[in-house]
């Protein structure tokens, strides 16, 4: 009897993870095709100097990593990327959480500002950095027509070295916020009102109730939007490439890695060399993600 039973439960088991396979099949298909192998296929490339017109790579082992840990340009691309991650993901998150915490409230035209919010999202990158690129216009831009109506000088936003990533990573912050204010809104509508009732009982502050009770509950959510926030910005491109040409003299100081990749592959036709930059744009992702996650342990408290 006991050896039937035990067949049974295994049967069931087997029925049970076949099932959940079977779901998930989709998902792992997809991850495998869209990302597994492409990354496969590019750490292959990177061990390659490509061949003319394209064909015939030439395998020249870690050539290209030692080439490219020897490229004053690459750490530029390093540097920039890094800190426009630092500029706009901060940023970002804490206006959306202010957004997400007002639009949550007791307000008229709800629907409407969370839409108005949201308009950047489903924006085409190349429109919204056209808009971006007439007010940033030295000449007629209608910021600097703005700040000459108050008698301040035109300033140069994008071909100033000094101005060019802060003007850039203010499009980020732009661009993000509604995406980020919807995912936060929906961490905010799952937490218990039960807390801010007992709390509105004991005569806490609204404050207290955003350190003590907001905070702490939403910060699985606020988890997920860090990390995806950052590996965002640290594949930042299409701003970068529509702002700022190769021969402005902003460039150096703008130039993220994966423009630097994109100028390598497909303007240079060294796709062997980009592919080395995509590598190791890879490692810093995956080493910020893992501090991440570490250290989410710390701060993040799941329900």
């Given at each position: 009897m006991n050896r039937l039973a035990a067949k049974r439960i295994s049967r069931q088991t087997w029925g049970e993870w076949s099932w959940g396979w079977f779901l998930i099949a989709p998902t792992i298909i997809g991850l495998v095709v869209l990302n597994i192998i492409p990354i496969?296929?590019?750490?292959?490339?990177?061990?390659?100097?490509?061949?003319?017109?394209?064909?015939?790579?030439?395998?020249?082992?870690?050539?290209?990593?030692?080439?490219?840990?020897?490229?004053?340009?690459?750490?530029?691309?390093?540097?920039?990327?890094?800190?426009?991650?630092?500029?706009?993901?901060?940023?970002?998150?804490?206006?959306?959480?202010?957004?997400?915490?007002?639009?949550?409230?007791?307000?008229?035209?709800?629907?409407?500002?969370?839409?108005?919010?949201?308009?950047?999202?489903?924006?085409?990158?190349?429109?919204?950095?056209?808009?971006?690129?007439?007010?940033?216009?030295?000449?007629?831009?209608?910021?600097?027509?703005?700040?000459?109506r108050i008698g301040i000088n035109a300033v140069d936003w994008v071909g100033n070295p000094k101005l060019s990533l802060f003007s850039i990573a203010i499009i980020g912050i732009w661009s993000v916020i509604g995406y980020n204010m919807v995912l936060l809104l929906a961490g905010l509508q799952e937490i218990p009102k039960d807390y801010y009732e007992a709390s509105d009982i004991d005569g806490a502050s609204k404050m207290r109730q955003f350190f003590m009770i907001t905070l702490p509950l939403l910060s699985p959510t606020l988890f997920f939007v860090i990390v995806t926030s950052l590996i965002q910005a640290m594949?930042?491109?299409?701003?970068?490439?529509?702002?700022?040409?190769?021969?402005?003299?902003?460039?150096?100081?703008?130039?993220?890695?994966?423009y630097l990749f994109y100028n390598n592959s497909f303007k240079y036709s060294n796709k062997g060399y980009g592919s080395a930059i995509v590598m190791l744009l890879l490692l810093i992702i995956m080493v910020i993600t893992f501090i991440q996650m570490r250290a989410q342990k710390k701060w993040v408290n799941y329900m």
């Amino acid at each position: 009897m006991n050896r039937l039973a035990a067949k049974r439960i295994s049967r069931q088991t087997w029925g049970e993870w076949s099932w959940g396979w079977f779901l998930i099949a989709p998902t792992i298909i997809g991850l495998v095709v869209l990302n597994i192998i492409p990354i496969i296929q590019t750490a292959f490339l990177s061990l390659h100097k490509s061949g003319d017109f394209g064909r015939g790579n030439i395998y020249v082992g870690f050539d290209n990593y030692v080439k490219m840990f020897q490229d004053a340009q690459v750490w530029h691309a390093v540097g920039n990327t890094l800190l426009y991650a630092l500029l706009v993901v901060p940023t970002s998150i804490a206006l959306s959480l202010v957004v997400a915490v007002f639009l949550n409230g007791k307000i008229r035209g709800k629907s409407i500002y969370r839409t108005i919010y949201f308009i950047p999202m489903v924006a085409a990158p190349a429109a919204v950095t056209m808009v971006w690129r007439w007010l940033y216009n030295e000449h007629f831009g209608l910021i600097n027509y703005v700040l000459s109506r108050i008698g301040i000088n035109a300033v140069d936003w994008v071909g100033n070295p000094k101005l060019s990533l802060f003007s850039i990573a203010i499009i980020g912050i732009w661009s993000v916020i509604g995406y980020n204010m919807v995912l936060l809104l929906a961490g905010l509508q799952e937490i218990p009102k039960d807390y801010y009732e007992a709390s509105d009982i004991d005569g806490a502050s609204k404050m207290r109730q955003f350190f003590m009770i907001t905070l702490p509950l939403l910060s699985p959510t606020l988890f997920f939007v860090i990390v995806t926030s950052l590996i965002q910005a640290m594949q930042v491109f299409d701003v970068i490439y529509m702002m700022i040409d190769v021969m402005s003299p902003a460039y150096n100081n703008t130039v993220s890695l994966v423009y630097l990749f994109y100028n390598n592959s497909f303007k240079y036709s060294n796709k062997g060399y980009g592919s080395a930059i995509v590598m190791l744009l890879l490692l810093i992702i995956m080493v910020i993600t893992f501090i991440q996650m570490r250290a989410q342990k710390k701060w993040v408290n799941y329900m």
